[in-house]
């Protein structure tokens, strides 16, 4: 992971993405790259195409990883190569250390960020740990703690928990991740995108609709009465991404299984793995790392 965050720091340069999709993680990324990717592709692949590639590819298949991209054989030729615009692509890498193509001035590149309440994604992320450990550990994912987990026979969830509570995670610390892009956000509105997954899932359709306008591809009235966006977000849905055959067989490009992609998708999971002792004290670490910064999350449990 560290030699591809340095690849891309010095190599995307000449042809930097449009739009860059950023998370940690298991914060909704999955379902960010195929809503993403529908909206942007709607004039050639309608939502109700029975051939529409959602339905025959894993979303990480429809949109690649930024890391990826500079560490195949290829990279320079890829980089450079001519590809259709707008180019969609997605990371996990902090902003601080994302390429000067894509954070300067001026840049093209537009970014959006989704965020998650730590609690759900740390437990998501467990969950997904215990079906691809072996494959993690081989790309070097683990934020720290996937190898050791091997290592050292760190099994329980409880024991994950005091890591993450330490800052380790694929992508860095969460609140550190997290408060970059929001940073980024509040200084260039019109540049970077700042959404909350739980926001997504209470008001799935008003938040698509943000996205497309900020993407540069807003809905036309005639789309919007001809329920378009709603064809969209019904197909991007978790239910119907996880009932196509493709996410029920076979691996991603990354040799992820595509079934491991999707569990349950929901808000306040967290309860069935943590004590309320456990949660409080994670969501007070988070409080103090990003107190004064005007950053929210949902699903605080209070501490006092």
């Known amino acids: 992971m560290q030699k591809a965050i340095a690849a891309a720091r010095t190599r995307i340069n000449s042809n930097p993405p449009d739009i860059l999709l950023a998370s940690l993680p298991k914060s909704g990324t999955t379902w960010l790259k195929a809503l993403a990717f529908a909206t942007l592709n709607r004039a050639t692949h309608s939502p109700s195409d029975a051939q529409h590639p959602l339905r025959h590819h894993n979303p990480h298949d429809c949109v690649g990883f930024l890391e990826m991209m500079v560490t195949q054989d290829d990279d320079e030729a890829l980089l450079r190569s001519p590809r259709p615009r707008p180019l969609l692509v997605q990371t996990h890498?902090?902003?601080?250390?994302?390429?000067?193509?894509?954070?300067?001035?001026?840049?093209?590149?537009r970014l959006v960020y989704v965020c998650r309440d730590p609690k759900d994604m740390l437990v998501s992320f467990w969950n997904f740990y215990l079906k691809e450990a072996a494959t993690l550990a081989a790309?070097?994912?683990?934020?720290?703690?996937?190898?050791?987990?091997?290592?050292?026979?760190?099994?329980?969830?409880?024991?994950?928990?005091?890591?993450?509570?330490?800052?380790?995670?694929?992508?860095?610390?969460?609140?550190?991740?997290?408060?970059?892009?929001?940073?980024?956000?509040?200084?260039?509105p019109n540049e970077v995108l700042f959404l909350r997954y739980e926001d997504m899932l209470g008001d799935p359709v008003g938040n698509l609709k943000k996205l497309a306008a900020f993407?540069?591809?807003?809905?036309?009235?005639?789309?919007?009465?001809?329920?378009?966006?709603?064809?969209?977000?019904?197909?991007?849905?978790?239910?119907?991404?996880?009932?196509?055959?493709?996410?029920?067989?076979?691996?991603?490009?990354?040799?992820?299984?595509?079934?491991?992609y999707f569990r349950k998708g929901q808000v306040g999971d967290w309860k069935n793995y943590m004590t309320l002792d456990m949660a409080a004290r994670l969501d007070k670490i988070v409080e103090e790392a990003t107190r004064g910064s005007g950053l929210t999350f949902a699903g605080l449990v209070s501490h006092n």
């Open 93 to 109: 890498v902090p902003y601080s250390l994302l390429p000067d193509a894509i954070t300067a001035e001026g840049s093209r590149c």
């Open 139 to 188: 790309a070097g994912c683990g934020g720290g703690w996937v190898g050791e987990s091997a290592a050292a026979g760190l099994t329980k969830f409880e024991d994950v928990f005091e890591l993450f509570c330490e800052g380790r995670y694929p992508g860095g610390p969460y609140w550190r991740n997290a408060l970059e892009f929001w940073h980024e956000s509040q200084r260039r």
């Open 215 to 260: 993407m540069g591809c807003a809905f036309s009235e005639e789309e919007e009465e001809a329920g378009v966006v709603e064809q969209i977000v019904e197909l991007c849905s978790l239910a119907s991404l996880k009932s196509m055959d493709v996410n029920k067989n076979g691996s991603t490009v990354l040799a992820f299984r595509n079934v491991a």
